[in-house]
């Protein structure tokens, strides 16, 4: 099973203009997560829209693919870059991991927790959850949150929360059931990533502003494996400012 981590870096942002390479103490943010997630899957690159992120990406030593300005998602990136990247190399990946490019410290337990799913050759798309601990994040609707059957495959993802308790005060939920965020991380079989690319937006995914509801709807399956470790993003100016801090 040969594995690629593709990395989706664009430059326009609307809260935060140029974040792949705003400085976090001497290094670019696209480095920190391009060398981080290089000590776990050997085949790294960064998919991007500007030459000024692959500029950086070539200044360290790293590997990057043009792709598409107009894409919707990192999910349609990732699908272009692993094309590119197998044309130009003569290379064939089975697996592609989808890392979002706003996680400077991406934890190393994450990307071996997500690869490790692929062990099991049915599985079609993975990603991470985790215990939610704050009653705030259940009706947080930034923090989307998911449903998992006996298998530990998805349901339904939503920011809502869900399930709905009835009968009990909202600051109790927590007590009468165990709720889980959705970490955003990927994998998926490469086969699949094509293919659901090529999927029509789903009423569900709309709705909810989440695209994963459109695999759902067309029937994949989303393994997920439940992680204890938090992940950190960067968005706005101020989160740059903290995790400076860190």
């Given at each position: 099973m040969k594995i690629i981590g593709i990395i989706p870096a664009r430059y326009s942002s609307t809260r935060l203009p140029g974040k792949p390479l705003a400085d976090i103490n001497g290094k670019t943010m696209i480095r920190r997560v391009?060398?981080?997630?290089?000590?776990?899957?050997?085949?790294?690159?960064?998919?991007?829209d500007d030459s000024r992120i692959t500029n950086e990406v070539s200044a360290f030593g790293g590997i990057s693919v043009m792709t598409n300005k107009n894409h919707k998602s990192g999910t349609d990136r990732c699908a272009e870059a692993v094309v590119n990247y197998e044309k130009q190399t003569g290379e064939k990946f089975d697996v592609v991991i989808n890392i979002q490019g706003d996680e400077p410290f991406i934890h190393k337990e994450h990307l071996d927790l997500l690869t490790s799913c692929f062990k099991d050759k049915k599985t079609q798309i993975a990603t991470l959850i985790k215990k939610i601990d704050d009653i705030e994040d259940v009706f947080n609707p930034n923090k989307p949150k998911v449903i998992i059957n006996n298998n530990k495959e998805a349901i339904y993802f939503s920011r809502s929360p869900i399930p709905f308790i009835r009968g009990a005060e909202n600051n109790d939920w927590l007590t009468e059931h165990c709720f889980y965020k959705h970490i955003g991380i990927y994998?998926?079989?490469?086969?699949?990533?094509?293919?659901?690319?090529?999927?029509?937006?789903?009423?569900?995914?709309?709705?909810?502003?989440?695209?994963?509801?459109?695999w759902l709807e067309n029937s994949y399956k989303i393994k997920t494996e439940i992680t204890d470790i938090e992940s950190v993003s960067i968005d706005t100016k101020d989160d740059l400012v903290k995790i400076r801090k860190i």
């Open positions: 391009y060398e981080r997630v290089s000590d776990v899957i050997d085949n790294v690159i960064v998919a991007t994998g998926f079989k490469k086969d699949v990533l094509l293919n659901i690319t090529k999927l029509e937006q789903s009423s569900l995914e709309q709705a909810e502003s989440l695209e994963q509801n459109r």
